[in-house]
Protein backbone atom coordinates (compact mmCIF):
# COMPACT_ATOMS: atom_id res chain seq x y z
CA UNK A 1 0.00 0.00 0.00
CA UNK A 2 0.83 3.54 -1.08
CA UNK A 3 1.01 6.89 1.87
CA UNK A 4 -2.30 8.48 1.41
CA UNK A 5 -2.97 11.97 1.49
CA UNK A 6 -6.32 13.24 3.13
CA UNK A 7 -7.56 16.39 3.85
CA UNK A 8 -8.66 15.78 7.67
CA UNK A 9 -9.87 18.12 10.64
CA UNK A 10 -7.90 17.24 13.76
CA UNK A 11 -11.22 14.89 14.98
CA UNK A 12 -11.42 12.84 11.96
CA UNK A 13 -7.56 12.50 11.53
CA UNK A 14 -7.30 11.21 15.55
CA UNK A 15 -10.27 8.37 14.91
CA UNK A 16 -8.45 7.74 11.72
CA UNK A 17 -5.29 7.06 13.79
CA UNK A 18 -7.18 4.58 16.59
CA UNK A 19 -8.14 2.47 13.98
CA UNK A 20 -4.52 2.26 12.33
CA UNK A 21 -3.51 1.74 15.83
CA UNK A 22 -6.16 -1.24 16.00
CA UNK A 23 -8.54 0.23 18.01
CA UNK A 24 -11.82 -2.22 17.58
CA UNK A 25 -13.95 -0.68 20.94
CA UNK A 26 -15.41 2.72 20.90
CA UNK A 27 -17.59 3.73 23.83
CA UNK A 28 -18.61 7.67 24.11
CA UNK A 29 -21.42 10.23 24.75
CA UNK A 30 -21.07 12.63 22.08
CA UNK A 31 -20.28 15.83 23.58
CA UNK A 32 -19.31 19.76 21.20
CA UNK A 33 -16.18 19.85 20.19
CA UNK A 34 -15.45 16.04 20.16
CA UNK A 35 -18.69 14.87 18.90
CA UNK A 36 -17.24 14.03 15.29
CA UNK A 37 -14.75 11.74 16.68
CA UNK A 38 -17.80 9.02 17.82
CA UNK A 39 -19.30 10.09 14.65
CA UNK A 40 -16.86 8.48 12.21
CA UNK A 41 -15.74 6.01 15.09
CA UNK A 42 -19.65 5.22 14.63
CA UNK A 43 -19.13 5.19 10.71
CA UNK A 44 -15.71 3.38 10.46
CA UNK A 45 -15.62 1.07 13.49
CA UNK A 46 -18.36 -1.41 11.93
CA UNK A 47 -16.92 -1.23 8.81
CA UNK A 48 -13.63 -3.21 10.19
CA UNK A 49 -15.09 -5.31 12.74
CA UNK A 50 -15.41 -3.22 15.64
CA UNK A 51 -17.77 -2.06 18.07
CA UNK A 52 -19.14 1.23 18.78
CA UNK A 53 -21.85 1.70 21.28
CA UNK A 54 -23.25 5.11 22.58
CA UNK A 55 -23.11 4.54 26.33
CA UNK A 56 -25.55 6.77 29.14
CA UNK A 57 -23.39 8.79 29.82
CA UNK A 58 -19.58 9.31 30.65
CA UNK A 59 -19.03 7.21 33.97
CA UNK A 60 -20.20 4.07 31.72
CA UNK A 61 -18.38 5.09 28.85
CA UNK A 62 -15.16 5.15 30.48
CA UNK A 63 -16.27 1.63 32.39
CA UNK A 64 -16.84 0.25 29.27
CA UNK A 65 -13.62 1.03 27.61
CA UNK A 66 -11.99 -0.82 30.35
CA UNK A 67 -13.92 -3.75 30.23
CA UNK A 68 -13.53 -4.08 26.75
CA UNK A 69 -9.63 -3.74 27.42
CA UNK A 70 -9.57 -6.43 30.02
CA UNK A 71 -11.70 -8.74 27.09
CA UNK A 72 -8.66 -7.74 24.61
CA UNK A 73 -9.28 -5.03 22.28
CA UNK A 74 -7.83 -1.92 22.25
CA UNK A 75 -10.48 0.62 23.13
CA UNK A 76 -11.27 4.58 23.03
CA UNK A 77 -13.68 7.17 24.05
CA UNK A 78 -13.71 10.34 23.21
CA UNK A 79 -15.00 13.83 25.26
CA UNK A 80 -14.81 17.25 26.45
CA UNK A 81 -14.19 19.64 29.54
CA UNK A 82 -17.57 18.10 31.63
CA UNK A 83 -17.74 14.92 30.30
CA UNK A 84 -14.00 14.72 31.03
CA UNK A 85 -14.64 15.53 34.56
CA UNK A 86 -17.41 12.62 34.73
CA UNK A 87 -14.80 9.76 33.51
CA UNK A 88 -12.31 11.01 36.57
CA UNK A 89 -13.66 8.24 38.58
CA UNK A 90 -13.09 5.16 35.94
CA UNK A 91 -9.60 7.09 35.12
CA UNK A 92 -8.18 6.62 38.61
CA UNK A 93 -9.68 2.61 38.04
CA UNK A 94 -7.94 2.33 34.92
CA UNK A 95 -4.66 3.77 36.90
CA UNK A 96 -5.12 1.07 39.27
CA UNK A 97 -5.88 -1.88 37.18
CA UNK A 98 -3.18 -1.03 34.65
CA UNK A 99 -6.00 -1.00 31.96
CA UNK A 100 -4.27 -0.11 28.47
CA UNK A 101 -6.96 2.73 26.67
CA UNK A 102 -7.39 5.90 25.11
CA UNK A 103 -9.46 9.05 26.57
CA UNK A 104 -9.26 12.25 24.03
CA UNK A 105 -10.59 15.32 25.83
CA UNK A 106 -11.07 17.88 22.61
CA UNK A 107 -10.67 20.93 25.38
CA UNK A 108 -13.01 23.73 25.43
CA UNK A 109 -13.25 26.89 27.36
CA UNK A 110 -14.30 25.73 31.06
CA UNK A 111 -15.10 25.68 33.92
CA UNK A 112 -18.71 23.62 34.12
CA UNK A 113 -20.62 24.01 30.32
CA UNK A 114 -18.36 27.23 29.94
CA UNK A 115 -18.01 27.75 25.96
CA UNK A 116 -19.09 24.65 23.99
CA UNK A 117 -18.34 25.17 21.08
CA UNK A 118 -15.00 27.72 21.57
CA UNK A 119 -11.31 26.75 22.33
CA UNK A 120 -9.98 26.13 25.42
CA UNK A 121 -6.49 24.32 27.56
CA UNK A 122 -7.29 24.26 30.78
CA UNK A 123 -7.74 20.46 31.70
CA UNK A 124 -4.07 20.34 32.15
CA UNK A 125 -3.97 19.73 36.02
CA UNK A 126 -7.10 17.70 35.55
CA UNK A 127 -5.60 15.56 33.36
CA UNK A 128 -2.53 14.76 35.47
CA UNK A 129 -4.64 14.94 38.83
CA UNK A 130 -8.14 14.62 38.12
CA UNK A 131 -8.35 11.15 40.29
CA UNK A 132 -8.14 10.54 43.49
CA UNK A 133 -4.90 8.56 44.94
CA UNK A 134 -1.47 8.91 43.79
CA UNK A 135 -1.12 7.50 40.09
CA UNK A 136 0.25 8.65 36.56
CA UNK A 137 -1.29 8.48 33.78
CA UNK A 138 0.40 10.02 30.24
CA UNK A 139 -0.82 12.77 28.00
CA UNK A 140 0.31 13.94 24.74
CA UNK A 141 -0.87 17.26 22.97
CA UNK A 142 -0.87 17.69 18.93
CA UNK A 143 -0.61 20.92 17.64
CA UNK A 144 -2.52 19.63 13.55
CA UNK A 145 -4.67 17.56 12.44
CA UNK A 146 -1.21 15.27 11.16
CA UNK A 147 -0.41 15.41 14.57
CA UNK A 148 -3.88 14.32 15.54
CA UNK A 149 -3.43 11.28 13.58
CA UNK A 150 0.15 10.54 14.97
CA UNK A 151 -0.07 11.45 18.56
CA UNK A 152 -3.76 9.16 18.74
CA UNK A 153 -1.57 6.39 17.47
CA UNK A 154 1.31 6.94 19.43
CA UNK A 155 -0.72 6.96 22.77
CA UNK A 156 -2.02 3.50 21.95
CA UNK A 157 0.99 2.46 21.81
CA UNK A 158 2.21 3.64 25.10
CA UNK A 159 -1.49 2.89 26.67
CA UNK A 160 0.12 -0.61 25.21
CA UNK A 161 3.20 -0.56 26.53
CA UNK A 162 3.03 0.86 29.81
CA UNK A 163 -0.45 -0.43 31.06
CA UNK A 164 -2.22 2.96 31.46
CA UNK A 165 -4.93 4.95 30.09
CA UNK A 166 -3.21 7.43 28.09
CA UNK A 167 -4.73 10.88 27.37
CA UNK A 168 -4.95 12.73 24.00
CA UNK A 169 -5.32 16.62 24.84
CA UNK A 170 -6.42 18.27 21.96
CA UNK A 171 -8.68 21.62 21.85
CA UNK A 172 -11.08 22.80 19.74
CA UNK A 173 -9.10 24.59 17.28
CA UNK A 174 -6.85 21.60 16.45
CA UNK A 175 -10.16 19.73 16.32
CA UNK A 176 -11.96 21.53 13.91
CA UNK A 177 -9.51 22.93 12.11
CA UNK A 178 -8.56 20.89 8.59
CA UNK A 179 -5.40 20.67 7.16
CA UNK A 180 -3.11 18.11 4.96
CA UNK A 181 -2.95 14.35 6.93
CA UNK A 182 -0.29 12.03 5.39
CA UNK A 183 -0.56 8.33 5.98
CA UNK A 184 1.99 6.40 5.73
CA UNK A 185 2.04 2.67 4.27
CA UNK A 186 0.92 0.28 6.84
CA UNK A 187 3.79 -1.48 7.11
CA UNK A 188 5.36 2.09 8.22
CA UNK A 189 3.78 2.80 11.29
CA UNK A 190 4.88 1.29 14.14
CA UNK A 191 1.78 -0.83 16.17
CA UNK A 192 2.86 -2.10 19.75
CA UNK A 193 0.51 -4.57 21.50
CA UNK A 194 0.25 -5.57 25.53
CA UNK A 195 2.88 -8.07 26.20
CA UNK A 196 1.12 -11.77 26.74
CA UNK A 197 2.31 -14.03 29.83
CA UNK A 198 4.39 -16.58 28.14
CA UNK A 199 3.99 -18.80 31.76
CA UNK A 200 1.47 -21.90 32.13
CA UNK A 201 -1.67 -20.39 33.82
CA UNK A 202 -0.50 -22.07 37.35
CA UNK A 203 2.21 -19.75 37.23
CA UNK A 204 1.05 -16.71 36.34
CA UNK A 205 1.39 -13.64 38.83
CA UNK A 206 -0.45 -11.06 37.28
CA UNK A 207 0.85 -8.48 38.88
CA UNK A 208 4.08 -9.08 38.70
CA UNK A 209 6.21 -6.83 36.99
CA UNK A 210 10.00 -7.47 36.31
CA UNK A 211 10.13 -3.71 34.04
CA UNK A 212 7.60 -2.24 36.02
CA UNK A 213 4.82 -3.28 33.55
CA UNK A 214 3.41 -6.58 34.08
CA UNK A 215 2.23 -9.28 31.13
CA UNK A 216 -1.42 -8.83 30.80
CA UNK A 217 -3.61 -12.05 30.53
CA UNK A 218 -7.25 -10.85 29.06
CA UNK A 219 -10.36 -12.70 29.67
CA UNK A 220 -10.86 -15.86 28.09
CA UNK A 221 -7.13 -16.82 27.31
CA UNK A 222 -7.06 -19.43 29.67
CA UNK A 223 -5.97 -17.56 32.98
CA UNK A 224 -7.32 -16.29 35.94
CA UNK A 225 -7.87 -12.63 35.72
CA UNK A 226 -8.80 -10.73 38.42
CA UNK A 227 -9.72 -7.18 38.31
CA UNK A 228 -9.84 -4.68 41.44
CA UNK A 229 -10.08 -0.96 42.14
CA UNK A 230 -9.00 -2.71 45.97
CA UNK A 231 -5.14 -2.19 46.50
CA UNK A 232 -3.92 -6.02 45.47
CA UNK A 233 -1.05 -7.68 45.42
CA UNK A 234 1.09 -9.82 42.92
CA UNK A 235 -1.54 -12.78 42.21
CA UNK A 236 -4.64 -9.82 41.65
CA UNK A 237 -6.32 -10.42 45.28
CA UNK A 238 -7.03 -7.68 47.47
CA UNK A 239 -4.79 -6.41 49.79
CA UNK A 240 -6.61 -3.51 51.63
CA UNK A 241 -5.27 -3.39 54.75
CA UNK A 242 -1.37 -4.33 54.36
CA UNK A 243 0.60 -0.87 53.81
CA UNK A 244 3.63 -3.02 52.32
CA UNK A 245 1.24 -4.52 49.67
CA UNK A 246 0.04 -0.51 48.99
CA UNK A 247 3.68 0.83 49.28
CA UNK A 248 4.81 -1.82 46.47
CA UNK A 249 2.17 -0.79 43.97
CA UNK A 250 2.03 2.35 44.01
CA UNK A 251 5.14 2.80 44.00
CA UNK A 252 5.51 0.79 40.97
CA UNK A 253 2.15 2.50 39.57
CA UNK A 254 3.90 5.59 39.91
CA UNK A 255 7.37 4.45 38.85
CA UNK A 256 6.55 3.25 35.52
CA UNK A 257 6.06 6.64 34.30
CA UNK A 258 7.95 8.50 36.56
CA UNK A 259 11.22 6.77 35.88
CA UNK A 260 10.29 6.62 31.72
CA UNK A 261 10.21 10.26 31.82
CA UNK A 262 12.99 10.79 29.94
CA UNK A 263 12.08 8.01 26.96
CA UNK A 264 8.59 9.76 27.18
CA UNK A 265 9.93 12.98 26.27
CA UNK A 266 8.75 14.26 23.20
CA UNK A 267 9.48 17.61 22.35
CA UNK A 268 9.59 20.21 19.94
CA UNK A 269 12.48 22.92 19.44
CA UNK A 270 12.26 25.66 17.20
CA UNK A 271 14.96 28.35 16.79
CA UNK A 272 16.55 27.14 20.17
CA UNK A 273 20.27 27.40 19.48
CA UNK A 274 21.28 30.59 20.63
CA UNK A 275 17.95 31.75 22.58
CA UNK A 276 17.63 34.00 25.44
CA UNK A 277 14.32 33.69 26.29
CA UNK A 278 12.23 30.57 25.23
CA UNK A 279 8.33 30.35 24.57
CA UNK A 280 7.29 27.24 26.39
CA UNK A 281 3.67 26.11 24.46
CA UNK A 282 1.62 23.33 23.30
CA UNK A 283 -1.49 22.24 20.91
CA UNK A 284 -2.96 25.02 19.13
CA UNK A 285 -1.11 28.14 21.19
CA UNK A 286 2.26 27.01 19.78
CA UNK A 287 0.83 27.47 16.70
CA UNK A 288 0.61 31.36 17.25
CA UNK A 289 3.88 30.75 19.54
CA UNK A 290 5.84 29.72 16.60
CA UNK A 291 4.46 32.59 14.18
CA UNK A 292 5.26 35.13 16.99
CA UNK A 293 8.81 33.35 17.31
CA UNK A 294 9.32 33.88 13.78
CA UNK A 295 8.01 38.03 14.21
CA UNK A 296 10.73 38.45 16.82
CA UNK A 297 13.49 36.71 14.76
CA UNK A 298 12.84 38.87 11.99
CA UNK A 299 13.27 41.92 14.74
CA UNK A 300 16.67 40.55 15.96
CA UNK A 301 15.20 38.88 18.71
CA UNK A 302 16.83 36.27 20.17
CA UNK A 303 13.89 33.85 20.73
CA UNK A 304 12.81 30.09 20.76
CA UNK A 305 10.20 27.87 21.08
CA UNK A 306 9.83 24.60 22.91
CA UNK A 307 6.62 22.18 22.02
CA UNK A 308 5.58 19.92 24.50
CA UNK A 309 4.38 17.05 22.65
CA UNK A 310 4.17 15.13 25.58
CA UNK A 311 2.63 16.69 28.36
CA UNK A 312 2.60 14.26 31.16
CA UNK A 313 4.95 13.21 32.50
CA UNK A 314 6.26 16.28 32.77
CA UNK A 315 10.02 16.79 31.76
CA UNK A 316 10.96 18.41 35.16
CA UNK A 317 15.35 17.14 33.52
CA UNK A 318 15.27 19.25 30.63
CA UNK A 319 13.76 22.12 32.29
CA UNK A 320 16.13 22.23 35.14
CA UNK A 321 19.04 21.50 32.59
CA UNK A 322 17.75 24.74 30.40
CA UNK A 323 16.91 27.16 33.49
CA UNK A 324 21.17 27.60 33.21
CA UNK A 325 20.85 28.40 29.49
CA UNK A 326 17.71 30.04 28.73
CA UNK A 327 17.46 33.54 30.82
CA UNK A 328 13.85 33.63 31.11
CA UNK A 329 10.58 31.51 29.76
CA UNK A 330 7.27 32.20 28.64
CA UNK A 331 4.37 29.94 28.85
CA UNK A 332 1.78 30.77 26.38
CA UNK A 333 -1.16 28.65 27.25
CA UNK A 334 -5.49 29.13 27.10
CA UNK A 335 -5.63 28.87 31.04
CA UNK A 336 -4.55 30.90 33.56
CA UNK A 337 -1.53 29.31 34.40
CA UNK A 338 -0.91 25.32 34.59
CA UNK A 339 1.99 24.78 32.75
CA UNK A 340 3.62 27.90 34.09
CA UNK A 341 3.48 26.28 37.29
CA UNK A 342 5.38 23.10 36.29
CA UNK A 343 7.74 25.05 34.54
CA UNK A 344 8.44 27.59 37.24
CA UNK A 345 8.95 24.64 39.78
CA UNK A 346 11.77 23.57 37.56
CA UNK A 347 13.37 26.88 36.15
CA UNK A 348 12.08 29.53 39.19
CA UNK A 349 9.39 32.04 39.62
CA UNK A 350 11.73 35.05 38.48
CA UNK A 351 12.15 33.27 34.96
CA UNK A 352 8.88 32.37 34.77
CA UNK A 353 5.99 34.42 32.87
CA UNK A 354 2.59 33.79 31.97
CA UNK A 355 0.68 35.03 28.98
CA UNK A 356 -2.31 33.56 29.68
CA UNK A 357 -5.89 33.29 27.83
CA UNK A 358 -8.99 32.63 29.22
CA UNK A 359 -10.43 30.66 26.78
CA UNK A 360 -13.17 31.34 23.82
CA UNK A 361 -10.24 32.11 21.34
CA UNK A 362 -6.33 31.99 20.38
CA UNK A 363 -3.53 33.72 21.30
CA UNK A 364 -2.61 36.16 18.32
CA UNK A 365 0.94 36.27 17.05
CA UNK A 366 0.90 40.18 17.41
CA UNK A 367 0.25 39.67 21.67
CA UNK A 368 2.72 36.75 21.69
CA UNK A 369 5.36 38.98 20.07
CA UNK A 370 4.30 41.89 22.27
CA UNK A 371 5.16 39.57 25.46
CA UNK A 372 8.04 38.55 24.46
CA UNK A 373 9.72 42.54 23.60
CA UNK A 374 8.48 43.29 27.60
CA UNK A 375 10.24 39.89 28.90
CA UNK A 376 12.95 40.86 26.65
CA UNK A 377 13.51 44.17 27.30
CA UNK A 378 13.16 43.34 31.14
CA UNK A 379 10.05 44.97 31.94
CA UNK B 1 2.71 34.76 0.94
CA UNK B 2 0.26 33.82 2.84
CA UNK B 3 -3.13 34.50 1.13
CA UNK B 4 -6.39 34.31 3.61
CA UNK B 5 -9.78 34.02 2.24
CA UNK B 6 -13.29 34.05 3.55
CA UNK B 7 -16.56 32.72 2.14
CA UNK B 8 -19.48 34.53 4.22
CA UNK B 9 -23.41 33.75 3.07
CA UNK B 10 -26.55 32.20 5.12
CA UNK B 11 -26.60 29.10 6.42
CA UNK B 12 -27.86 25.91 3.50
CA UNK B 13 -25.90 28.29 0.53
CA UNK B 14 -23.14 25.52 0.87
CA UNK B 15 -20.94 28.11 2.24
CA UNK B 16 -18.87 26.18 4.63
CA UNK B 17 -17.93 23.37 1.43
CA UNK B 18 -16.93 26.39 -1.16
CA UNK B 19 -14.10 26.79 2.52
CA UNK B 20 -13.64 22.77 2.41
CA UNK B 21 -13.15 22.45 -1.59
CA UNK B 22 -10.79 25.33 -2.08
CA UNK B 23 -8.52 24.44 0.94
CA UNK B 24 -8.86 20.88 -0.15
CA UNK B 25 -7.75 21.56 -3.84
CA UNK B 26 -5.29 24.02 -2.69
CA UNK B 27 -3.67 21.61 -0.31
CA UNK B 28 -4.21 18.29 -2.37
CA UNK B 29 -4.15 18.99 -5.77
CA UNK B 30 -2.10 21.83 -6.18
CA UNK B 31 0.19 20.80 -3.53
CA UNK B 32 0.57 23.95 -1.01
CA UNK B 33 -0.21 24.30 2.42
CA UNK B 34 -3.51 25.21 3.39
CA UNK B 35 -6.06 25.59 6.58
CA UNK B 36 -9.82 25.19 6.56
CA UNK B 37 -11.95 26.60 9.93
CA UNK B 38 -15.79 26.43 9.07
CA UNK B 39 -16.93 29.08 11.77
CA UNK B 40 -18.18 26.93 14.47
CA UNK B 41 -21.36 27.90 16.79
CA UNK B 42 -24.99 27.02 18.06
CA UNK B 43 -26.12 28.34 14.62
CA UNK B 44 -28.14 26.80 12.03
CA UNK B 45 -29.77 26.61 8.29
CA UNK B 46 -30.68 30.32 7.22
CA UNK B 47 -28.39 32.08 9.75
CA UNK B 48 -25.37 33.23 9.39
CA UNK B 49 -22.83 31.25 7.83
CA UNK B 50 -18.94 31.62 7.13
CA UNK B 51 -15.71 29.88 6.64
CA UNK B 52 -11.97 30.59 6.33
CA UNK B 53 -9.11 29.47 4.39
CA UNK B 54 -5.53 30.64 4.32
CA UNK B 55 -2.87 29.39 1.56
CA UNK B 56 0.17 29.30 1.76
CA UNK B 57 3.84 28.70 0.14
CA UNK B 58 5.18 28.12 3.44
CA UNK B 59 4.25 26.67 6.77
CA UNK B 60 1.12 28.02 8.04
CA UNK B 61 1.28 28.79 12.10
CA UNK B 62 -1.62 30.98 13.07
CA UNK B 63 -4.59 29.18 11.25
CA UNK B 64 -7.51 31.63 11.61
CA UNK B 65 -8.45 34.68 9.21
CA UNK B 66 -8.27 38.15 10.69
CA UNK B 67 -8.44 40.37 7.76
CA UNK B 68 -8.54 38.16 4.24
CA UNK B 69 -7.34 38.85 1.20
CA UNK B 70 -10.48 37.78 -0.54
CA UNK B 71 -13.85 37.77 0.51
CA UNK B 72 -16.55 36.04 -0.89
CA UNK B 73 -20.18 36.76 -0.02
CA UNK B 74 -23.46 35.54 -1.13
CA UNK B 75 -25.47 37.49 1.36
CA UNK B 76 -25.86 41.29 2.29
CA UNK B 77 -25.78 39.67 6.04
CA UNK B 78 -22.07 38.31 5.31
CA UNK B 79 -21.21 41.34 3.16
CA UNK B 80 -21.90 43.71 6.12
CA UNK B 81 -20.46 41.82 8.61
CA UNK B 82 -17.24 41.32 6.87
CA UNK B 83 -16.38 44.14 4.41
CA UNK B 84 -15.32 45.99 7.37
CA UNK B 85 -12.03 43.46 7.99
CA UNK B 86 -11.47 43.35 3.90
CA UNK B 87 -7.75 44.77 3.55
CA UNK B 88 -7.64 47.66 2.30
CA UNK B 89 -6.30 46.34 -1.30
CA UNK B 90 -8.38 43.52 -0.56
CA UNK B 91 -10.88 41.70 -3.59
CA UNK B 92 -14.60 41.94 -2.44
CA UNK B 93 -16.48 39.46 -4.76
CA UNK B 94 -20.27 39.07 -4.38
CA UNK B 95 -23.43 37.55 -5.89
CA UNK B 96 -24.67 40.94 -7.49
CA UNK B 97 -28.32 39.97 -6.77
CA UNK B 98 -27.86 39.18 -3.19
CA UNK B 99 -25.92 41.67 -2.09
CA UNK B 100 -26.08 45.53 -2.39
CA UNK B 101 -22.91 47.72 -1.91
CA UNK B 102 -22.83 50.28 0.14
CA UNK B 103 -19.75 52.76 -0.50
CA UNK B 104 -17.13 53.45 -2.72
CA UNK B 105 -15.65 49.27 -2.40
CA UNK B 106 -12.18 48.84 -3.69
CA UNK B 107 -11.85 46.15 -6.29
CA UNK B 108 -15.10 44.23 -6.35
CA UNK B 109 -15.53 41.04 -8.64
CA UNK B 110 -19.57 40.46 -9.32
CA UNK B 111 -21.27 37.70 -10.94
CA UNK B 112 -25.59 36.60 -10.76
CA UNK B 113 -24.06 32.88 -9.04
CA UNK B 114 -27.74 32.32 -8.08
CA UNK B 115 -28.93 33.17 -11.33
CA UNK B 116 -26.75 31.30 -13.08
CA UNK B 117 -27.60 28.60 -11.10
CA UNK B 118 -31.41 28.59 -11.84
CA UNK B 119 -30.74 28.94 -15.28
CA UNK B 120 -28.75 25.83 -15.11
CA UNK B 121 -31.85 23.63 -13.25
CA UNK B 122 -30.63 23.97 -9.30
CA UNK B 123 -30.10 26.42 -7.29
CA UNK B 124 -28.12 24.55 -5.33
CA UNK B 125 -25.07 24.65 -7.34
CA UNK B 126 -25.00 28.68 -6.85
CA UNK B 127 -21.78 27.98 -4.72
CA UNK B 128 -20.42 26.00 -7.78
CA UNK B 129 -20.69 28.88 -9.71
CA UNK B 130 -19.08 31.40 -7.74
CA UNK B 131 -16.35 28.83 -6.86
CA UNK B 132 -15.47 28.77 -10.56
CA UNK B 133 -15.81 32.56 -10.61
CA UNK B 134 -13.79 32.85 -7.50
CA UNK B 135 -11.03 30.95 -9.43
CA UNK B 136 -11.33 32.24 -12.65
CA UNK B 137 -11.02 35.84 -10.85
CA UNK B 138 -8.12 35.00 -8.55
CA UNK B 139 -6.16 31.99 -10.35
CA UNK B 140 -5.19 31.04 -6.99
CA UNK B 141 -6.19 27.95 -7.34
CA UNK B 142 -5.61 25.72 -11.14
CA UNK B 143 -9.02 24.91 -12.61
CA UNK B 144 -7.83 21.13 -12.98
CA UNK B 145 -7.34 21.35 -8.95
CA UNK B 146 -10.71 23.14 -7.90
CA UNK B 147 -12.18 20.77 -10.58
CA UNK B 148 -11.18 17.92 -8.57
CA UNK B 149 -12.01 18.57 -5.46
CA UNK B 150 -15.36 19.44 -6.52
CA UNK B 151 -15.94 16.15 -8.20
CA UNK B 152 -15.33 14.48 -5.81
CA UNK B 153 -17.54 16.09 -2.76
CA UNK B 154 -20.96 15.60 -5.24
CA UNK B 155 -23.15 12.85 -5.47
CA UNK B 156 -22.02 10.93 -8.68
CA UNK B 157 -25.57 12.25 -9.96
CA UNK B 158 -24.69 15.53 -10.08
CA UNK B 159 -21.56 15.34 -11.02
CA UNK B 160 -22.12 16.68 -14.76
CA UNK B 161 -24.44 19.79 -12.93
CA UNK B 162 -21.64 20.76 -10.58
CA UNK B 163 -19.05 20.75 -13.57
CA UNK B 164 -20.73 22.49 -15.92
CA UNK B 165 -22.06 25.55 -13.01
CA UNK B 166 -17.95 25.02 -12.25
CA UNK B 167 -17.16 26.17 -15.72
CA UNK B 168 -19.34 28.83 -16.10
CA UNK B 169 -18.64 30.30 -13.05
CA UNK B 170 -15.02 30.24 -14.51
CA UNK B 171 -15.48 31.43 -17.52
CA UNK B 172 -16.92 34.84 -16.45
CA UNK B 173 -14.01 34.47 -13.95
CA UNK B 174 -11.55 34.58 -16.40
CA UNK B 175 -13.62 37.50 -18.85
CA UNK B 176 -13.34 39.41 -15.92
CA UNK B 177 -9.87 39.02 -14.96
CA UNK B 178 -8.91 39.80 -19.37
CA UNK B 179 -11.17 42.94 -18.69
Not at chain 1, 82 to 89: I, R
Not at chain 2, 35 to 64: H, L, Q, W
Amino acid sequence: MKKQIKFYSGNIAAAEGALVAGCRFFAGYPITPSSEIAEHMALRLPQVGGVFIQMEDELASMAAILGASWGGAKSMTATSGPGFSLMQENIGLGAMTETPCVVINVQRAGPSTGMPTLVGQADIMQARWGSHGDYEIIALSPFSPQECFDLTIKAFNLAEEYRVPVIVLMDESVGHMFEKVVIPPKDKIKIVERKKPTVPPEKYMPYKAEDFVPEMACAGEGYNVHVTGLTHDEKGYPQATDPEVQDRLVRRLCDKIRKNEKKLRDIEEYEMDDAEVAIVSFGISARSSKAAVRLARQRGYKVGLIRLKTIWPFPDEYFEKLADEIKKFVVVEINYGQIKLEVERNVGRDKTFLLPKMGGEIHKPDEIYRKIKEVYNGN
Amino acid sequence: MRIEIKFGGFGGQGIILMGNITARAAAIYDGKNAVFTPSYGPEARGGAASSNVVISEEEIDYPYVTNPDILVVMSQGAYEKFAPILKDDGLLIIDEDLVKLKNGEGKVAKIPATRIAEELGKRIVANIVMLGFFTGVTKLISYDAIKKAVLESVPARFRELNEEALEKGYRQGIEWQEE
